[in-house]
C-alpha cells in the first residue's frame, strides 16, 4: 500500500507564495491520480486539485493560482501555491483515490495565511 507524506507547509503572508510537496513510498509512475485536498478548521475536507495522467483539475477558488505537477523521478508530486489568501489557511493533504474511499489519511501540512 502506497504511503504519502505531505511537507513544505507554514506561514505566508497574503499574497505569498508556498510549494507543498507529496512524498510517496513507491514510485508514483503507476499511480493514475494524485489529488490534494485541503481541511479549514469547522470546515469539511474539500478537493483542491487532481493529477491524473497527464491532465489537471482545480477548484475554483484555486484556478490560475495554484499549480498541481508530478515529477516521477521523485515519486513526488507538488502543489504550487501563489496569490495565497487567508482563506486558504487549511491543513492540506495529498491522498489516492483508494486511500480516500477506504477514509485513509496522512498527517497533512499545515498552511496559515496571514499578516
Not at 93 to 111: D, E, H, R
Request: charged share 15%.
Amino acid at each position: 500500500q502506497v504511503q504519502l507524506v505531505e511537507s513544505g507547509g507554514g506561514l505566508v503572508q497574503p499574497g505569498g507564495s508556498l510549494r507543498l510537496s507529496c512524498a510517496a513510498s513507491v514510485s508514483i509512475f503507476s499511480i493514475y491520480a494524485i489529488t490534494w485536498y485541503r481541511q479549514a478548521p469547522g470546515k469539511q475536507r474539500e478537493l483542491v486539485a487532481t493529477i491524473s495522467g497527464g491532465s489537471t483539475s482545480y477548484a475554483d477558488s484555486v484556478k490560475g493560482r495554484f499549480t498541481i505537477s508530478r515529477d516521477n523521478a521523485k515519486n513526488t508530486v507538488y502543489l504550487q501555491m501563489n496569490s495565497l489568501k487567508p482563506e486558504d489557511t487549511a491543513v492540506y493533504y495529498c491522498n489516492t483515490p483508494l486511500a480516500t474511499m477506504k477514509g485513509s489519511w496522512g498527517q497533512g501540512t499545515q498552511v496559515t495565511v496571514s499578516s
